[in-house]
């Protein structure tokens, strides 16, 4: 009656041989466990990059804008342009409180 699974063992630490009813995999270990332990990483990110850029005169700021004044029909007008060149990022940040990695496999909730 009920749907079986896929028997494809993935990199997950409870994807297991299934029910054990397979005789060809008894000589076989269960490596999904042991690949994790080897590259096992922690699931808290420390830095990112930030989105924050320098300017000539070191300013840091998200976007930068010059004011230019634009005489259409006589009158004078101000307008704001985007400023997008000689910008330097700033870089990689530390984080004050550590994230949870997006990647990580496991369902939080609250209790």
Known sequence: MGGSGSKVKGAWPFAGSGAGGDSGSEGQEDHSVA???GTRKTPFIFTRRSSL????????????YEE????????????L???????????????????IHV???VILFEV
């Open 35 to 37: 690949r994790l332990k």
């Open 81 to 99: 342009k985007r400023i997008q060149k000689n910008l330097i990022p700033q870089g990689i940040v530390k984080l004050n409180h550590p994230r």
């Open 53 to 64: 850029y320098y300017d000539e005169d070191g300013d840091l700021a998200h976007e930068f």
């Open 68 to 79: 230019t004044v634009v005489t259409k029909n006589g009158r004078k007008r101000s307008k």
């Open 103 to 105: 990647d990580f496999p």
